[in-house]
């Protein structure tokens, strides 16, 4: 279990408002996402082209949730697909806190219009606390692992955080699988995402990878088959 990690300062929210270009908080250490998305969608969903406010609001909200698994992470409950005893596959992330609309520590550093896309940079800027917990999470105590997952294109913007949830589970899954050998009734634990997440369309999917630093909490077994 994670015993270092879950100070009081962490329930707590901050504001989150996005000032573009403006002279930059004095701060040690910043975390830097390279987003995009879309302004027009498929012609078959009959949705209209996104004013360019919408779009940037878009990449706001997708760096929140980015960031918030980055600077605090999550609690995660995984229950593994088991055919032959009727158990379906459960998947649980729950935020520990959250960057949310406000917080002037988030900026848009660069921005680019290529055909139907924008491309955003934006940096946040670390408070002490944050770098405390960022650090904590350095230890080799946690090991570093990755995964890959898909979120279905056409089902919209919702689909990228789909892809990235997808994107942890396989991580955890593949951290698991050379170690445990009987497959678990259910694993606990917490997560921190390690490095920005990696995001690209292929094949009609947004395909994820993710780098996340893992504190497996509990592994219950099946007793009984």
């Known amino acids: 279990m994670i015993r270092l990690l879950l100070l009081p300062a962490l329930i707590l929210t901050l504001p989150l408002e996005v000032a573009h270009l403006e002279a930059a908080p004095l701060h040690n250490k910043i975390i830097s996402l390279h987003l995009w998305q879309e302004t027009e969608p498929m012609v ?3 949705e209209k082209p996104r004013a360019t406010e919408e779009t ?9 949730e980015i ?10 409950y995984y229950v593994p697909y088991d ?17 949310q609309w406000g917080d002037p520590n988030l900026k848009i550093e660069t921005t680019e ?5 924008v491309y955003v940079k934006l940096n946040y800027y670390l408070e002490s606390f944050q ?11 946690f090991p ?5 997952g898909r979120g279905n294109f056409f089902a919209g913007t919702t689909a990228k955080s789909e892809s990235i949830s997808q994107a942890i589970k396989e991580a955890i899954r593949n951290h698991l699988r050379p170690r445990v050998f009987n497959k678990p009734r ?9 490095k920005e997440p990696c995001i690209i369309i292929q094949e009609g999917s947004y395909l994820t990878r993710v780098t996340i630093k893992l504190s497996v909490g509990g592994i219950t077994p099946y007793r009984i088959f």
């Open 144 to 148: 570093i692992v990755s995964g890959s």
């Open 186 to 194: 259910e694993v606990s634990g917490q997560l921190l995402i390690w």
């Open 83 to 99: 055919k032959s005893r009727n158990i379906a596959e459960e998947f649980k992330l729950t935020p520990l806190a959250r960057v």
């Open 56 to 64: 940037y609001r878009e990449l706001l909200r997708e760096a929140g």
């Open 131 to 141: 770098e405390a917990r960022r650090e904590a999470w350095s230890s080799n105590t």
């Open 113 to 117: 219009r290529r055909g139907n896309r």
């Open 67 to 76: 960031l918030s698994g980055m600077l605090y992470g999550y609690d995660f």
């Open 44 to 46: 078959w969903t009959q």
